[in-house]
C-alpha cells in the first residue's frame, strides 16, 4: 500500500528519540514536511543531519505556556503525533506528588495544549486534518509499578476519544496508538531487567515484542487518507496482549 505525504506538513513531538524519531524519519521520506519538537537539544541537532528539511522545535512539554509559545507560529500543520511522554516507574505505594504532577502534565496535558494549537489552526483553514496520539497497553491492562503511567494512559485514550467526537465534525480525524513494550530507551526502563521481560512475553500471543517500525507503520496508516473513516479508535500494536 503507497502511503504519500507530499504537499503536508506533520509535527511530531518527542522527537528525539525511539518511535517519535523514526516517525519523522518515515514521514519525510514519504514526501512530508517535518516539524520535531523535543526536549533535548543534541538529539534534534543529530536529527537534523539525517533530515535536512526538517524544522525543529526544542522545549519542554511540562511547562505549558513555554510549549504553546513554541507552537504558535508553527505555521499550517496537516498530521499531529502527540508521542512523547515519560514513564516514572515505582510502586503503588512509593508514588510522589511530583511524579505525578510530571507525568500527567507530559503524557496528557501537553497533548491537550499541543492539540488545541493545532486544531484551532486546522479549523480555520478548513482542509481538516490528523491528529495520532501514542499511548499504549498500559491504558487498558495493569501494569506493576505502573500506577501513574497507566492513569496517563488511560486518560489519553478518552480524551482522544472526546477530541475525535468534538473535532470530527471539522474533518479532524483524532486516533490513537497502544503498542506493546518496545525496547526503545522508554522500554528498556521498564523490561530490560532480568525477570521482567519473560513474564509479558508469554502473555503476548505473537511471543514478542513490537519493533519501532511496526509502531511507525500504523501511525503513518491513521495520519493518512487510507484510514479517512477510521476516528476515535484505539489500535493495539501488542501481538494479542489485549486480546485475551
Ligand atoms: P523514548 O523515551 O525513547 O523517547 C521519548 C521522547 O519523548 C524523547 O525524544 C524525549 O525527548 C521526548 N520527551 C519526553 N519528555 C519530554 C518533554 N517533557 N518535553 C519534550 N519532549 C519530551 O520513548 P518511546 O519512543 O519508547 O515512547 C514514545 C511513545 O510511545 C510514548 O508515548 C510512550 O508512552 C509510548 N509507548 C512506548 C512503549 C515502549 O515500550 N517503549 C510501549 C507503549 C507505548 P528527548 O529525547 O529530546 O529528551
Given amino acids: 500500500m503507497e502511503i504519500s505525504f507530499e504537499g503536508k506538513r506533520a509535527l511530531v513531538t518527542g522527537a528525539g528519540q525511539g518511535i517519535g524519531r523514526e516517525t519523522v524519519k518515515k514521514l519525510a521520506s514519504c514526501g512530508a514536511k517535518v516539524v520535531a519538537l523535543s526536549r533535548t537539544p543534541e538529539h534534534l541537532q543529530s536529527l537534523t ?14 511547562d505549558w505556556d513555554a510549549t504553546r509559545k513554541a507552537i504558535q507560529c508553527v505555521g499550517p500543520i496537516d498530521c499531529l503525533v502527540n508521542n512523547a511522554a ?8 512509593e508514588i510522589t506528588p511530583a511524579n505525578i504532577d510530571r507525568s500527567f502534565n507530559v503524557n496528557v496535558k501537553s497533548v491537550i495544549n499541543v492539540s488545541q494549537v493545532v486544531a484551532k489552526s486546522m479549523i480555520d483553514r478548513k482542509l481538516g486534518g490528523a491528529i495520532v496520539n501514542v499511548s499504549s497497553q498500559a491504558s487498558q491492562a495493569a501494569l506493576a509499578d505502573h500506577t501513574v503511567y497507566c492513569g496517563t494512559k488511560g486518560a489519553l485514550d478518552m480524551v482522544s476519544k472526546v477530541m475525535a467526537l468534538e473535532l470530527g465534525p471539522y474533518q479532524i480525524r483524532v486516533n490513537c496508538v497502544n503498542p506493546t513494550v518496545v525496547m526503545t530507551a522508554m522500554g528498556k526502563i521498564g523490561w530490560s531487567k532480568p525477570g521482567k521481560a519473560e513474564p509479558m512475553l508469554k502473555k503476548i500471543p505473537l511471543g514478542r515484542f513490537a519493533e519501532v517500525h511496526e509502531v511507525v507503520d500504523a501511525i503513518l496508516f491513521l495520519l493518512s487518507d487510507k484510514a479517512a473513516m477510521i476516528n476515535g479508535a484505539t489500535l493495539p500494536i501488542d501481538g494479542g496482549f489485549l486480546a485475551c
Avoid: G
Avoid at 539525517?50 to 511540562?62: F, G, N, Q, R
Avoid at 515519560?86 to 505505594?93: I, N
Fill in 49 to 62: 543531519v539525517e533530515v535536512p528539511s526538517l524544522e525543529t522545535i526544542c522545549v519542554d512539554l511540562a
Fill in 86 to 93: 515519560v514513564a516514572l516507574l515505582e510502586s503503588f505505594m
